[in-house]
């Protein structure tokens, strides 16, 4: 037997014993199966890894299928919002439009500006493109859906990964030669690495809550129904909700917060340059993002695959976990096509003197709430709904006494 | 010694040197409304100067007027500000009217139903051209949606045109003497009762939707940010720029020719003329983009209640057109202004006496406006360049000619 | 801080009322058309889609048509070419006939009994000597089979929209052509036309007309049949 099938070669994967996923898939699927020659020898460590490329090709061919979809429910929905009908030429009601614009593009000349730095240029792309589909590996999809890698710091592991991005964004920006692309690649890069922080900031008021960073278990705490969610957990997560998902709207660069590609002021941003399959690749990304933070709120804050009802499976399982993002993606289109968009400075102006401070405001309180409570107390969770349902209600009449009157002048 | 050397070398002097990046914004760009190119000096997003360049849409319009008789003359006034084309045509039509009028020897009165007509025709197209104006300044600001709102209300206003002059966008409805009668309609007949019935329930539908659309985009605190108190334009400024319309009533001057110097029958017509005023508690100033962009949302208020009016009126009967035989106007000269959805329009007409101009000059309201836009520009960012330009409403074929 | 609370609350609140209005109209029904494919869009709601009178592309009635070359003259474009021949002095290739378009789109020329002027507001109209070289071929296949000498039809008045006097024609139109890619549909032309020959048509056929050639575009309404000579003496012979 060659030395690569030896026991040892193949640094231990598993963290803890019997918790991988793979591992027990290999012992209990793929070792009974095996003639018993073999089946003594099998080295686990290799059978874990083949078994973790073997899904991980699963999620590479199916994740690429969301955008495909998304961008047709994206024209929909805007079309819905405009009393159009959106695409309506390809297939049925339009269904295979993307699947058109795909083709169109693949035999779309990839043209590369003479003046700009290839290599970079060339690579672009592929680093947006792989960091998206990247942050999908530590998504916890279902209860009895394999993850690719389960792993115990998995929100620590999305947060760094989806980070690389701008790496991508300025590249494509600085490598296009132009002027416009590289406005935008700057105007990302300063959102993005702005953005981080009261998204980072948000998430640690739910580690703080779970004590946990690992995906599983953080979904594994929300278990008690719609109540135990982390949303209405503290009053504190609540507002960190909020702020979690319009950080995430600006890290995935969509209106009111997409500058980088802003149309009307510079063109179409750090992708203007860009043509045929890679500007696909780009767009794919987009999308890919877009529900991929969708499906970290669910699971952060939205109980993830668990249902509404402790012991129902009503919004639970793998198709509730897809309806929850789905939800969130169409807030995100419904936030597009309401809100004009930000100017640079009031972008920062909005992370770094609302969203900061809140974030950092709700770290505390949700310490203070630590301290008061016990994990898991029943108590707690009552309280924390009925300061949120109170907060809820005052706001609504202090807006009906204040705010309601309308910001319109008397004509003179 | 010479790795002494080599280490030395290697020490990079941080010296950041940041230069001026001249950017050409334009003429293919999509938020320059239509072909216009702006040069612009950066310094990162700040714009130290941007000044515009036009000509791009230039066709000739004057040169070409005077190889042309007067009627002739009139659809190629519908190709100026294509926007508001039924407007463009009255400022021509009301120029040679006018010279005509100073010749004692050929008597004629522009009828009475034409005046109503006009009147009626012209509020609607500045409805529409509002309407316009609203939508791609929401797309300018980034929402697209009251974009296609607004087209859709304007495609019902094309429709009302449509079947009273047989075209969507360059109209050529109001002729010299009258307006014009390629589709015919019988005064107090079925189809004028049916038409007017038709715009009745468009300004039903449509008196609503404004509020609707300073719910969607006017008080949205995210557009109210962009706008307010951004390229403020004093009333000294916008006087010596020469800015009519909307924009020096944005800036707080009290000036409507309309109401003002009024011509045709408009001094029959109750409405006013909402200006600009301070809103503290808004953040909103006196001449910034909001204040031009809101002066615009209430004059389409302004515009459904003169078309009520006359809708309340009723068409008086009699002919639409003067009893003229031929449009040749006597020697001499005249300017006429009028008040289009830009501003205030002029002609300066120069004649012989023979049917066609020696010289025909346009006074274009947006050419004025958009001089303002180096001065305006100097210190604000890329997003607020884009913000001018749609709150000053520049039609490039009006500006070009 | 009053302010700062102030400023969030404002955000929130308007983002709200914009979605608000955003939500509504997410229920209302389509306003557009699927255009090519739906022409349903004609008719909507009893109303026509396209107004009469909608300024299309031209098209001349040339046997209506007197050559006086009004319209190419008002034409701010010069999109209209007209070049014709005047016979010589006291010839005339027709004499004065009576075009009279019925309702169903049929025209049959001919010269009608009576006063033309006071003709529609009797009850029926004859028509002698109907031409066989124009008009209606179903009318002309009929007389023909009929052989008919004095080639005479009577039609209700109800069946007749219009009837239009032709003067002898004293001349030959050679060309009348239109160029489409030049005209500004500003639709001067069919305003000073005398026998309201020169009309824009109101219907889809009007508006779809697209070429990949300009040179299709260019229309041409001269009927050179219209003309023939030989036949024009041999009918005045028969006359």
Known sequence: MPEIFSEGFFPKINLQEGTNWATDFVRDVIIPRLPEAVAGHFPMELGTVLVMLAFAGIFVAVVPLLPLVLVLAERKVAARFQNRTGPMRVGPWGTLQTLADGIKLIFKEDYIPPQGDKLLFLLAPYIIFACSFAVFAAIPFGDGIPIPSDFNIGIFYIMAISSVIVMGVIMAGWSSNSKWSLLGSLRSAAQIVSYEIPLGLSILTVVMLVESLGMRDIVNSQSGGIFTWLIFRTPFTFIAFFIFFISSIAEVNRTPFDLPEAESEIVAGFHTEYSGMRFALFFIAEYANMFAVSAIGVTLFLGGWQGVLPGYDFLGGFPGFVIKTLGLVFMMMWLRWTLPRLRVDQLMNLCWKYFIPISFFNILGTGIWGLIFEKDDVWSIGISCAIIYVGLIGAYTVAGRNLVRKPEPQPS | ?401 | MDKYIRNIYKGVYTVLVGMRVTIRQFFEPNVTHQYPYQHDFEKKQNVREIPKGYRGQLYNRIEDCIGCKKCELICPVDCITITGDKLPKGEQLWDSMNVVHLKDGREVIGIIEGDDKKIMSEDSMTITNITTRLGSQEVIDRLEASGDESRTETFSTEEVSRVVTRNPVVFYLDQFDIDMSLCMYCGLCTEVCPTQCLVMKDSLEGIEYSSFDRTDLIFNFDKQEMYDKDEAENTEAAD
């Open chain 2, 1 to 401: 010694m010479e790795t002494t050397q080599q280490t030395e070398s290697k020490i990079i002097e941080l010296k950041p040197f940041t230069d001026e990046m001249v950017v050409n914004m334009g003429p293919q760009h999509p938020s320059t409304h239509g072909v216009l190119r702006l040069e612009l000096r950066l310094d990162g997003e700040v714009v130290r100067e941007a000044i515009p360049h036009i000509g791009y849409l230039h066709r000739c319009f004057e040169k070409h007027s005077e190889n042309l008789s007067y009627p002739q003359i009139i659809p190629f006034t519908d190709r100026m500000d294509y926007v508001a084309a039924m407007n463009q045509n009255w400022g021509f039509c009301l120029a040679v009217e006018k010279l005509m009028a100073a010749d004692e020897s050929k008597d004629f009165a522009i009828p009475e139903r034409a005046e109503y007509l006009r009147v009626l025709i012209c509020e609607l197209n500045r409805i529409a051209s509002h309407l316009l104006s609203f939508g791609t300044y929401g797309m300018d600001i980034g929402a697209f949606t009251p974009f296609l709102y607004a087209f859709r209300d304007r495609e019902r206003l094309l429709l009302l045109f449509e079947k009273i002059c047989g075209a969507r966008l360059t109209y050529n409805y109001i002729r010299i003497g009258g307006v014009s009668e390629i589709i015919p309609m019988e005064p107090g007949s079925i189809d004028e009762q049916n038409y007017l019935d038709e715009i009745e329930s468009f300004l039903d539908y449509f008196e609503p939707k404004i509020d609707e659309y300073n719910d969607l985009l006017t008080s949205n605190s995210i557009f109210s940010e962009r706008t307010m108190g951004v390229a403020v334009m004093s009333a000294e400024m916008a006087l010596s720029y020469g800015a009519t319309g909307p924009n020096i009533r944005g800036s707080g001057v009290d000036w409507d020719l309309r109401r003002d110097e009024p011509y045709s029958i408009y001094d029959r017509f109750d409405f006013d003329v909402p200006v600009a005023k301070d809103i503290p508690e808004l953040g909103a100033v006196v001449g910034d983009c909001w204040s031009r962009y809101k002066v615009r949302m209430d004059e389409m208020k302004e515009s459904v209640r003169i078309v009520r009016q006359i809708l309340a009126e009723g068409l008086p009967d009699g002919p639409v057109m003067a009893d003229l035989k031929a449009v040749r106007p006597p020697k001499g000269e005249i300017y006429f202004r009028s008040e289009a959805p830009r501003g205030e329009l002029g002609f300066y007409i120069v004649s012989d006496g023979t049917p066609k101009p020696v010289r025909l000059k346009g006074r274009s309201p947006c050419f004025s406006a958009l001089s303002a836009l180096q001065e305006l520009s100097r210190g604000l960012m890329v997003a607020d360049i884009i913000a001018i330009i749609g709150s000053i409403d520049i039609v490039m074929g009006e500006v070009d000619r």
